[in-house]
């Protein structure tokens, strides 16, 4: 990987290169090599970039996940416990008619109606809040966004009518808007976008395992049922929704604000110190933050965007594919995990309460480990984020096909179910590292910002399709029977053949069109694609991020190099 760069300027002619005053590698005096940075243009012929051993690279990496990786899973895992519960709540203490459809008087249509409000305020203020995170500061608007869901979360545990829970689940919608692209966005404040499906993937299990979790704990709060004059559900509610509001505080302390230049210091705003808000410690200090400094230098040097900049982003074709791509499977992933307590209910009608809870857990654990398995792969070989992507698609349409067609065999429909969750697990990280290093390259800041938002956001409509169009949605596909959801699963099957149909184009796309910087956006007016290119090229990651990695590095990859040196 260090030996990259040299491609870089393999066509220059040599008596050029030996003109250039700034042309002689030379060791830094910290370990790392400095290599100039040939560019025509002025401001640039004396920028140099230090390039550090692999190794010394990765622990200043490794350093920032024990920072970011914990709170970012601790976050999700709460906030996605919260947006989820109300799909177990369906089916806890039926028996008793404690649960919230039996206590409410919803109706199947006011169930789906109110799962799907969510998915509509959560598209419409998905870009504006990741804009406004850019703005402001992603450690105090992520902070904001979990201690407001939190008070929304707690306040269901207040509902008492159809009305109550729509409002309330739109409403949760609004404030949770912007957590999952700005997630996105705030990893690559810290790592180069080639590096970031792994540690998505890492606090994306939390979102598997709090499905998991909220199925096996509500086995304990519908134990609870009746205890100090409320029913399970709402035990649940509230619990989860004082977790979140206690987090929010505790991340206004622990997150890092975007990493600082060596030599600047950092200036609170006017407005953090009326509403006397706590600065947080830097992420790295000493040699490691110059380390991180020269590895990416675009982050520390990006330019401010306008509304122009933003206009370039919403008009790339390449948001489209994507968008596709995650409509499917973001859309069959929240069906599942809204209605697969429904869908095991369906499987055996002689399930228990506790045992639909029991059997839901499972399904995410699927999930977990396919998210574990997959995406440092899809990192080492990130030029083939499509082929990752479609092979675990198909994995959920074989799933979706045993359930619907395995009637005969309850343990073999459930089997498909957890096909479905193995295949859902690694799609959504690829989709979004997959953006980020589409637009981070061609758009700079503003496009992984927007772009995460819109990807997410648009791409979140097939949420509301299976939310509000199919199984409890659609009254005669829910109707009990041999064939109860069959139409709605076929439905999801389609969605999900989209999906990698979007893959395809977009990898065809990219061949044909490539993925050059703007020409309009990179940096000082390059106005060629040469130029452009060579623009680009600021960091030590950036020309890492020319090569795979493939499994050099890893303890099998070490053993075959040294067989072949043999």
């Not at 030996?18 to 012929?45: C, F, M, T, Y």
């Not at 929240?334 to 499972?362: C, E, H, K, R």
């Not at 953006?435 to 956001?457: D, K, M, P, Y």
């Amino acid at each position: 990987m260090a030996g990259s760069i040299k491609d870089l300027s393999k066509e220059e002619d040599p008596g050029m290169a030996a003109d250039r005053s700034v042309s002689v590698e030379r060791d830094d005096g910290r370990g790392g090599l400095i290599k100039p940075v040939n560019s025509d243009n002025p401001d640039r012929q004396h920028d140099e970039v230090v390039e550090y051993d692999i190794e010394r690279v990765e622990k200043v990496y490794r350093k920032l996940d024990l920072r970011i990786i914990p709170a970012f899973w601790t976050l999700y895992f709460l906030c996605s416990a919260i947006r989820s519960n109300i799909g177990i709540a369906q089916t806890m203490n039926k028996a008793e008619g404690h649960d919230l459809e039996t206590m409410l008087g919803l109706t199947p249509k006011d169930a789906s109606t109110a799962l799907a409000l969510f998915y509509v305020s959560y598209v419409l203020f998905d870009l504006p809040s990741n804009l406004i995170m850019t703005r402001l500061g992603p450690r105090v608007w992520m902070a904001r966004i979990v201690l407001a869901v939190g008070i929304i979360g707690s306040c269901f545990a207040a509902v008492q009518s159809a009305w109550s829970v729509k409002f309330l689940r739109f409403l949760l919608g609004v404030v949770i808007a912007g957590m999952w692209p700005g997630m996105a966005y705030y990893l690559t404040l810290f790592y180069p976008p080639s590096r970031t499906g792994k540690r998505i993937g890492m606090y994306f299990t939390a979102s598997q395992v709090s499905a998991a979790v909220v199925g096996l704990v509500s086995a304990g709060f519908q134990k609870m049922d009746g205890l100090g004059g409320l029913v399970g559900f709402q035990w649940m509610f509230l619990i989860y929704g004082l977790l979140g509001v206690v987090l929010g505080v505790v991340l206004l302390y622990w997150l890092p604000d975007r990493p600082l230049a060596p030599g600047e210091t950092r200036q609170r705003s006017g407005w953090m110190k009326r509403l006397r808000l706590p600065t947080s410690p830097e992420a790295l200090k000493g040699e490691d933050a110059i380390v991180h400094y020269h590895d990416l230098r675009r982050v520390y040097h990006a330019r401010p965007w306008n509304l122009r900049d933003l206009c370039y982003v919403l008009i790339d074709w390449r948001l489209w594919p994507l968008t596709l791509m995650y409509f499917g499977v973001v859309g069959v992933g929240i069906g599942t995990q809204l209605y697969g307590s429904v869908i095991i209910a369906s499987i055996d009608p002689n399930f228990t309460g506790i045992q639909i809870s029991l059997l839901f857990a499972p399904i995410w654990m699927m999930d977990f480990c396919a998210i574990l398995l997959v995406t440092p792969i899809s990192d080492r070989f990130h030029q083939h984020r499509a082929l990752f992507f479609s092979a675990a698609v198909c994995i959920q349409i074989a799933g979706l096909l045993t359930v619907t067609f395995a009637l005969t065999n309850s343990w073999a429909r459930y089997g498909g179910l957890l096909m479905i969750g193995f295949g859902l697990g690694p799609t959504v990280p690829i989709c979004m590292t997959w953006t980020n290093e589409i637009f981070q390259r061609r758009h700079r800041e503003v496009g992984v910002a927007a772009a995460s938002a819109l990807v997410s956001g648009l791409g979140n409509l097939g949420s509301i399709v299976t939310t509000y169009a199919l199984y409890k949605g659609w009254p005669e596909d829910a109707a009990p029977g041999k064939y109860q959801y069959r139409k709605s699963n076929f439905t999801m099957i389609g969605i999900l053949c989209i999906s990698i149909a979007a893959s395809v184009v977009m990898t065809v796309l990219l061949k044909i069109f490539g993925n050059k910087p703007s020409s309009r956006i990179a940096g000082t007016g390059a106005s060629s694609g040469a130029d452009s290119s060579a623009e680009e090229i600021l960091d030590g990651a950036a020309r890492r991020e020319i090569h795979q990695r493939g499994f050099g590095g890893l303890v099998f990859g070490k053993k075959a190099r040294g067989e072949q040196a043999a």
